[in-house]
């Protein structure tokens, strides 16, 4: 008897994103959307065949690509949001083999939550002098995201202890959950960092999907404006425990005029 056909041969994982066939015309280069689909649909079937290491090098590619890069301008709502009544800025360093470095531009809603917002206001400004409790700065230069998890959030803001466990507001320790006003159904809101109801103190993080379990336990209290590139390449450095895969650092910060331009903002 005749041997059976060899198997068909599994595409490569770097094949799963590719639509044309060998000697056919080049297709037109996918719209944001579609190569966001196409991501995970190609990230699901690695997961499927539990080949979770090249999920993660999937992950990271896409979210370096420009296709990603650009995405939030298609992907983030603004509308139904608060009004925006401060403009803040965190000008990062990621300390990669090549660093790279770059400005997030906040704003936030002053009048959905005044006493959060102003925290995170001074914090930025670093105009509140040293804590009550840790007698360090009040201020978020030099602080680190110390937890990226892909695919969910970047956390910061531990202006006392750098690694997770610490924080201080400016009116002095933790501070009260204000309001859950701002759902957590938007990219790239801004939200307190907690360890139970009313611990706000100076940490925080941004959301990179839709959080909405996290409704009702954190006060989002503002939306990043501009620098969605430099979110994304933060985040492109997390594993699924938190840890960075490299420093991302908050070299620089403080507040800039409402009226400010997207030239000025840079």
Same mark, same amino acid.
């Given at each position: 008897?005749?041997?059976?056909?060899?198997?068909?041969?599994?595409? !490569?994982?770097?094949? +799963?994103?590719?639509?044309?066939?060998?000697?056919?015309?080049?297709?037109?280069?996918?719209?944001?959307?579609?190569?966001?689909?196409?991501?995970?649909?190609?990230?699901?079937?690695?997961?499927?065949?539990?080949?979770? @290491?090249?999920? !993660?090098?999937?992950?990271? $590619?896409?979210?370096?690509?420009?296709?990603?890069?650009?995405?939030?301008?298609?992907?983030? +709502?603004?509308?139904? =949001?608060?009004?925006?009544?401060?403009?803040?800025? =965190?000008?990062? +360093?990621?300390?990669?083999?090549? #660093?790279?470095?770059?400005?997030?531009?906040?704003? =936030?809603?002053?009048?959905?939550?005044?006493?959060?917002?102003?925290?995170?206001?001074?914090?930025?400004?670093?105009?509140?002098?040293?804590?009550?409790?840790?007698?360090?700065?009040?201020?978020?230069?030099?602080?680190?995201?110390? $937890?990226?998890?892909?695919? &969910?959030?970047?956390?910061?803001?531990?202006?006392?202890?750098?690694?997770?466990?610490?924080?201080?507001?400016?009116?002095?320790?933790? &501070?009260?959950?204000?309001?859950?006003?701002?759902?957590?159904?938007?990219?790239? =809101?801004?939200?307190?960092?907690?360890?139970?109801?009313? @611990?706000?103190?100076?940490?925080?993080?941004?959301?990179?999907?839709?959080?909405?379990?996290?409704?009702?336990?954190?006060?989002?209290?503002?939306?990043? +404006?501009?620098?969605?590139?430099?979110?994304?390449?933060?985040?492109?450095?997390?594993?699924?425990?938190?840890?960075?895969?490299?420093?991302?650092?908050?070299?620089?910060?403080?507040?800039? #005029?409402?009226?400010?331009?997207?030239?000025?903002?840079?």
């Amino acid at each position: 008897a005749p041997p059976p056909p060899p198997p068909p041969r599994r595409r !490569r994982d770097a094949e +799963l994103l590719r639509t044309s066939k060998p000697n056919s015309p080049p297709l037109p280069p996918p719209s944001r959307e579609e190569a966001f689909v196409r991501f995970f649909r190609a990230a699901l079937r690695c997961a499927q065949q539990r080949r979770l @290491t090249t999920v !993660r090098f999937a992950l990271t $590619r896409f979210l370096r690509s420009p296709a990603r890069r650009a995405a939030p301008r298609s992907f983030v +709502l603004f509308r139904e =949001l608060p009004e925006v009544t401060h403009k803040v800025y =965190l000008d990062v +360093l990621i300390d990669e083999e090549e #660093p790279i470095r770059g400005r997030i531009v906040i704003g =936030l809603f002053g009048n959905a939550a005044p006493k959060t917002a102003e925290n995170f206001r001074s914090l930025c400004a670093c105009d509140k002098g040293r804590g009550e409790i840790s007698g360090k700065p009040l201020c978020y230069a030099g602080s680190s995201f110390h $937890r990226i998890i892909p695919n &969910f959030m970047i956390q910061g803001g531990d202006i006392t202890e750098d690694n997770g466990v610490g924080g201080e507001s400016i009116y002095g320790g933790y &501070f009260e959950d204000e309001t859950f006003e701002v759902k957590h159904n938007k990219l790239y =809101l801004v939200s307190m960092a907690n360890k139970g109801p009313n @611990t706000n103190g100076s940490q925080f993080f941004i959301n990179t999907v839709k959080t909405s379990w996290l409704d009702g336990k954190n006060v989002a209290f503002g939306m990043v +404006l501009s620098g969605f590139d430099v979110v994304d390449d933060i985040e492109a450095n997390g594993t699924n425990p938190g840890e960075p895969l490299a420093d991302a650092i908050v070299e620089s910060s403080g507040e800039l #005029p409402l009226e400010s331009s997207s030239e000025d903002e840079e």
